[in-house]
């Protein structure tokens, strides 16, 4: 049985304890820059904030300013997993809560099988205080999604239709991390140093992003289970797929770095923001 509030489950490490500590950060990472506020899909990372934190926040500054709900999937799971829905009333997002659209929710498990998401995880939590903080009124509904293109397809038309048929604006952020290389991530294919930092760079990521950007949603979910170039690449997916319902032309890569470039490491994971439109 689903908590009314689910709290959080990271601990600071991740992203700021308190409040006064999150918004501070966000105060320093805010450029007020004019964004796109037409923008219904984004794809944005997962880690920990010390790594990624300002590139997700960037993502999420561009999402249309009226939206009324926010599907954010998350993944950490197999192709052959059963896409997980949370069924909590409201989210803890350090800054304040956010409710559940339970409405949408209900919508969703009965046009499809979803099993419960009560499991620790950080692919959507990580999210929520940047959602709390650029779209305060929003609602959002939480989602995890495996790597299988039948599902992720009928996961994004769901979506679609229910916003059309409701006339809600709904937004989809895909939390992703990229090529997990190295012993830690028990993958190394072209080896430690410079070689293998290169391959993940220009090669694998860059092979998986160019996949998303140009809409060949199927070859970046294999992409992604052959080569290991993304460990939420259901979720990645799911954006595009969504962004494509609604017309958009062109998935536009925002930043791209790698854990490396902040803390040097033999093993290292990918990192890309990304807005289609």
């Not at 950080?122 to 305060?136: A, D, G, M, R």
């Not at 070689?195 to 070859?219: C, M, P, T």
């Not at 460990?231 to 595009?240: R, V, Y």
Request: net charge neutral.
């Amino acid at each position: 049985m689903s908590s009314e509030v689910r709290k959080r489950i990271l601990p600071a490490g991740w992203y700021p304890g308190s409040k006064e500590e999150v918004l501070k950060l966000f105060s320093k990472w805010d450029k007020k820059e004019q964004k796109n506020n037409k923008i219904k899909a984004i794809m944005a990372p997962h880690a920990g904030w010390y790594y990624s934190g300002e590139i997700s926040f960037h993502a999420f500054s561009f999402l249309d300013t009226k939206i009324d709900t926010v599907v954010v999937a998350g993944g950490h799971l197999g192709a052959r997993d059963h896409p997980l829905i949370a069924k909590n009333k409201q989210f803890d997002a350090t800054i304040g809560n956010i409710d559940n659209d339970m409405e949408f929710v209900k919508y969703l498990s009965e046009k499809l099988e979803f099993y419960e998401d009560t499991y620790p995880d950080n692919t959507v939590e990580i999210q929520l205080p940047i959602i709390k903080y650029f779209l305060p009124e929003c609602k959002i509904v939480w989602l995890r999604i495996p790597p299988d293109y039948n599902v992720v397809s009928k996961i994004a038309e769901a979506t679609n239709n229910y916003a059309v048929t409701n006339s809600k604006k709904v937004a989809v952020a895909g939390s992703v991390d990229l090529t997990h290389y190295g012993l830690n991530y028990g993958f190394q294919p072209h080896g430690s140093g410079a070689k293998g930092l290169q391959w993940v760079k220009n090669i694998n990521d860059k092979e998986f992003i160019d996949y998303i950007s140009n809409f060949k949603i199927a070859e970046a979910i294999e992409h992604s289970k052959n080569n290991f170039s993304s460990c939420s690449g259901g979720a990645a997916a799911f954006a595009a797929q969504y962004s494509a319902l609604n017309n958009a032309k062109e998935g536009k890569l925002l930043t791209y770095k790698t854990s490396y470039d902040i803390s040097p490491a033999d093993s290292f994971v990918g990192y890309a923001s990304m807005v289609f439109y």
